[in-house]
Structures are given as C-alpha cells and as structure tokens.
C-alpha cells in the first residue's frame, strides 16, 4: 500500500514561491508516472503538473513556466517548486502516483493513490 505525505504548504503573497515535497512510502514507484493535483473550494480537482522515471514533465498551461516538478533520485520524494504565485492558484494540493501508467499523463484515470493534501492560500 502506497503512502504519500505531503508538507510545505502555507500562506504567501502573490508573487511568491513555495516548494511542496510528498514523501513516498510502502511501495516503490520504479517506473510509473507520478504527479500533483489541486482543489479549490467548490471546484472539481485539477491536473497541476506530471513526471516520469526518465524525468519527462508534463504541466497544465495556468502554471507552465512558473511551477517545476522534480523527483529524488530513489523516487521516494516529489517536490513541486511554485514562483510566481497568483491568487487563483490557491487550493489544496495533492501528491498522485500510478502504479501502472508509464508516460506523464493529465488524466486523473491513471493515478491510483494521492495523499492528503496541503494548503497553500495565495493573498493579493
């Protein structure tokens, strides 16, 4: 059983930058897709970024350009690098793995696992 524990969340000002991490545990993600969602309240989840074991990146064009996601070497952590923060990327946001799917998808079918989430709340 996979267990994602996401942290680094918090409040900024537009224009800022925070770095979210989601630390894997239970099961090794050797080759599948890993990613990150978000939720705003009221709003379906969303798609924010994607990444495969050779590194290939994959993002959603609202953050494309300002948002960079990266991977430990082991493939025990995630990291979602945020600049440039606007108010509108206020939501909570979530660390997602497959366990089958290869090449960096936005299709939320292919992720079979996310975390809690953490908050991150942009102010103007």
Known sequence: QVRL??????????????????????????????????????KEREWVASISQDDQTKYTDSVSGRFTISQGNDRKTLYLEMTNL????????????????????????????YGQGTQVTVSS
Do not use: H
């Open 5 to 42: 524990v996401e942290s680094g969340g918090g409040s900024v000002q537009a224009g800022g930058s925070l770095r979210l991490s989601c630390a894997v545990s239970g099961y090794t993600i050797n080759r599948s897709i890993m990613g990150w969602f978000r939720q705003s309240p009221g």
């Open 86 to 113: 606007k108010p509108e990327d206020t939501a909570m946001y979530y660390c997602a793995t497959s366990t089958w799917r290869l090449t960096v998808s936005d299709v939320a079918y292919y992720y079979d696992n």
